[in-house]
């Protein structure tokens, strides 16, 4: 039986090449901060998107096969799939916005990038709580890596500070475009510089209190 994500590939593939003959000759292919476009190229550009979806879905499926603390992955059971799900929309948005503005219309690409964006965050934010020790997925810092306790504490706290940055982004949405682009980084950085101190102090206490 085709899973979810093998039938939004195959849907995807077949329907890229099939608008590839109706496309323009060049397409869009960058967007500055301002959500203008400023760079085109040839229409055989439009096939890398859907490629780059292929080589998402075989390397999601690779992973687990190679992955450190298999056990701990495999916990993860279908919340796996639906990250990849996910992220494959994602490139279906991304691939429609180039295909759209190929043809001329014009749409903002904050609203229609960053909102999905925004959204799979939020989800991410929910799914950390949930993931264990493992080298792919998660807040991978020297102390989380070494102590469980680190990891699961971090996690934790992670799967809040992540779900608070989708909503803000989507508040920042009202902001326009020029400076949007420039601040949603901001709170990011906030994040990872706090969820790398915050391992590290846990650890510390971790290994304190082991020493006692």
């Given at each position: 039986?085709?899973?979810?994500?093998?039938?939004?590939?195959?849907?995807?593939?077949?329907?890229?090449?099939?608008?590839?003959?109706?496309?323009?000759?060049?397409?869009?292919?960058?967007?500055?901060?301002?959500?203008?476009?400023?760079?085109?190229?040839?229409?055989?550009?439009?096939?890398?998107?859907?490629?780059?979806?292929?080589?998402?879905?075989?390397?999601?499926?690779?992973?687990?096969?190679?992955?450190?603390?298999?056990?701990?992955?495999?916990?993860?059971?279908?919340?796996?799939?639906?990250?990849?799900?996910?992220?494959?929309?994602?490139?279906?948005?991304?691939?429609?916005?180039?295909?759209?503005?190929?043809?001329?219309?014009?749409?903002?690409?904050?609203?229609?990038?960053?909102?999905?964006?925004?959204?799979?965050?939020?989800?991410?934010?929910?799914?950390?709580?949930?993931?264990?020790?493992?080298?792919?997925?998660?807040?991978?810092?020297?102390?989380?890596?070494?102590?469980?306790?680190?990891?699961?504490?971090?996690?934790?706290?992670?799967?809040?500070?992540?779900?608070?940055?989708?909503?803000?982004?989507?508040s920042l949405l009202i902001l326009p475009a020029e400076t949007f682009f420039w601040v949603l980084?901001?709170?990011?950085?906030?994040?990872?510089?706090?969820?790398y101190c915050y391992s590290y102090g846990v650890w510390k206490k971790d290994n304190k209190a082991?020493?006692?």
């Amino acid at each position: 039986m085709v899973s979810l994500n093998e039938a939004l590939i195959i849907a995807f593939i077949a329907s890229a090449v099939i608008i590839y003959f109706f496309l323009p000759e060049t397409i869009p292919l960058h967007w500055n901060a301002s959500g203008h476009i400023d760079a085109w190229g040839q229409r055989g550009f439009s096939l890398f998107i859907p490629l780059l979806a292929v080589c998402l879905y075989y390397l999601w499926k690779l992973i687990p096969r190679v992955v450190v603390y298999k056990k701990n992955f495999k916990k993860l059971g279908m919340k796996y799939e639906h990250l990849l799900t996910n992220l494959i929309l994602i490139i279906i948005l991304l691939y429609l916005l180039t295909i759209l503005s190929a043809y001329g219309l014009m749409l903002d690409i904050k609203y229609f990038i960053i909102i999905p964006v925004a959204i799979f965050i939020i989800y991410l934010g929910t799914l950390m709580k949930h993931v264990k020790r493992n080298y792919f997925i998660g807040i991978k810092t020297p102390w989380t890596l070494s102590s469980e306790k680190a990891w699961d504490k971090t996690h934790e706290r992670g799967s809040r500070l992540f779900q608070a940055y989708g909503f803000i982004l989507l508040s920042l949405l009202i902001l326009p475009a020029e400076t949007f682009f420039w601040v949603l980084l901001t709170p990011l950085v906030v994040i990872i510089i706090y969820s790398y101190c915050y391992s590290y102090g846990v650890w510390k206490k971790d290994n304190k209190a082991i020493r006692k």
